[in-house]
């Protein structure tokens, strides 16, 4: 048994470590480990693979299930006392569900990809190992449908904002919102915005995706197309309907377009960046579970709520740019999502269950800063709110210095 870094420093120059989280208790777990177990024994036998090791991040319950399941690897594994490892880990590559197997470059510890399960699974002799991501401008080139004619992508997407529509005529709920986004999209266009759409069906038939694409004034990639599975795992989509923004630069705006744009049907907030503060709402409250966040509970406080904006703008601005800066270096920072209690009754609604589930008995105004991944909390009182103690409190949080309290989840 080894820790990460043990097992880095034996790889050598050019070398990749997988990342295996698992656990016994986890049954597509056990369907899977066997399945990588082949691999491994095989793939070692190769020059690539010589220069390639796995080390096993275990989330099981006790030590002793870890030993036994442990005994079924042909690999090393992390020590299981070291929790706060596992859990850094975790939380860096963003391990949502188990398994999860994330290849890491040997000598930077950068991530190569955190879809090794699907690589062994597509590719069980590793011909394309380590299965590097390709960029989106690959993914996507090709013909792309413009009703009946045809067009090449590049043609039609570069320079473009672009959302990518997951849809289906079989699903409800994507029958209801199809109109209502075709009439935001003519609007849009009708304004001069550089803005396009593309259809990505999860249709079950040639002919139900002819009928419901002659509803949509977009593009679509034709069915049966290679490039949906590829569009689909690539914005790692898990329900439908779906709509992923993406700026000119092919970077993701936000996966949440939906939301956002039933909440924008006159499209005025085009092209949608999300801002550096924003009220708590239905379109961005998954972010309260992904990352640590910063929350102003205002508690109906209407002077706080039209406070909110100016307390937070300036440290929520800068912060987020090192953030982004960071991303190039070794020293990454965390996220932060920089947001308040407004007085909408869906952003109270939200609030008020939020200020139950991280415990915060005070029925003043306050600002906490909690991260529900790592169960921790800090709380700043209404009465030491300002600007000062806000930029302190977020360079603590940036140096690790910050004094957290558990949460109790």
């Known amino acids: 048994m080894t820790t990460v870094a043990d097992l880095v420093q034996g790889i050598g120059t050019g070398g990749v470590v997988g990342l295996y989280f698992s656990a016994h208790w986890c049954p597509p777990c056990r369907a899977f480990t066997p399945e990588l177990a082949e691999f491994y024994k095989k793939f070692r036998e190769t020059d690539a693979g010589r220069k390639m090791d796995i080390v096993f991040v275990s989330s099981d319950k006790d030590e002793d299930s870890f030993k036994e399941y442990l005994n079924e690897m042909p690999w090393k594994a992390m020590v299981y006392a070291d929790r706060d490892r596992k859990a850094k880990l975790s939380k860096k590559f963003k391990v949502q569900g188990i398994p999860t197997l994330v290849f890491i470059e040997a000598e930077t510890g950068k991530l190569v990809t955190a879809k090794g399960r699907e690589g062994v699974g597509s590719d069980p002799s590793g011909k394309e190992f380590p299965w590097h991501p390709k960029p989106f401008s690959e993914i996507i080139r090709g013909e792309l449908l413009r009703g009946e004619d045809t067009v090449q992508s590049d043609e039609a997407l570069s320079g473009k904002v672009k959302g990518f529509y997951f849809s289906a005529h079989w699903c409800p709920p994507c029958r209801s919102f199809t109109p209502e986004l075709a009439k935001t999209y003519e609007k849009v266009k009708a ?5 396009e759409i593309v ?3 999860s249709d079950r038939s040639d002919d139900t995706f002819k009928n419901y694409y002659k509803t949509m004034p977009w593009l679509s990639v034709p069915y049966g197309d290679a490039r949906i599975e590829h569009l689909s795992s690539y914005f790692e989509v898990e329900g439908i309907p779906m709509l992923v ?8 705006i936000t996966a949440n377009g939906r939301s956002i744009l039933e909440k924008d049907k006159e499209g005025e907030r085009y092209p949608w960046i999300p801002a550096a503060v924003e009220e708590i709402g239905m379109d961005n409250a998954s972010n309260l579970n992904e990352s640590a966040c910063l929350f102003l509970f205002t508690n109906g406080n209407t002077t706080m709520q039209e406070s909110a904006l100016d307390l937070l703008r300036d440290v929520a601005t800068a912060y987020k740019a ?18 308040y209690e407004g007085g909408s009754a869906e952003s109270v609604e939200i609030a008020i269950s939020l200020r139950a589930f991280v415990k915060v008995e005070d029925e003043e105004p306050c600002l906490v800063l909690f991260d ?5 909390k800090y709380t700043l009182s209404g009465k030491d ?11 603590q949080f940036k140096t690790g210095t910050l004094e ?3 949460l109790d989840m």
């Open 199 to 201: 259809f990505v069906s």
């Open 191 to 195: 304004a001069g915005k550089n803005f």
């Open 322 to 339: 090192e953030q982004k800066a960071s991303l190039e270096s070794d020293n990454e920072l965390p996220p932060l999502f920089f947001c």
């Open 245 to 252: 923004l993406v700026d000119e630069n092919n970077d993701v």
């Open 372 to 376: 529900i991944p790592e169960e921790r």
């Open 385 to 395: 709110i300002n600007k000062d103690a806000i930029q302190k409190l977020v360079e």
């Open 404 to 406: 957290f309290e558990q």
